[in-house]
């Protein structure tokens, strides 16, 4: 059983940047494919980033592609997200997830997860 905790949101301005952080424990090593996504109210939650532990392979939404960057700690067991050049449009609850198996990575549909945190919520203001 994996526990994800995430931590770093907070409120910005447009163009400022913030570092999100996610805690992973229990059953690490059958971690396959971890990622971040996000959801405002009244909207669907969306994928921003993700990372291929076997092969370091990483992706990104294309509204986060140059401005966003995923990596991870395996000493740590941690997961981040950092986030720059912050739009208002990057508004909302941001999860952090893992796949015990690879097809969520290699599939990139961005289904598949089977664990999640409790999200942290990061307000851009313009």
């Known amino acids: 059983q994996v526990q994800l905790v995430e931590s770093g949101g907070g409120s910005v301005q447009a163009g400022g940047s913030l570092r999100l952080s996610c805690a992973a424990s229990g059953g690490t090593q059958n971690k396959y494919c971890v990622g971040w996504f996000r959801q405002d109210p009244g909207k669907e939650r969306e994928g921003v980033a993700a990372?291929?532990?076997?092969?370091?392979?990483?992706y990104y939404a294309d509204s986060v592609k140059g401005r966003f960057t995923i990596s991870q700690d395996n000493a740590e067991n941690t997961l981040y997200l950092q986030m720059s050049s912050l739009k208002p449009e990057d508004t909302g609850m941001y999860y952090c997830a893992a796949a015990t198996w690879s097809l969520p990575c290699l599939s990139r549909n961005w289904l598949g997860y089977n664990y999640w945190g409790q999200g942290t919520q990061v307000t851009v203001s313009s």
């Open positions: 990372f291929y532990s076997y092969t370091g392979t990483t």
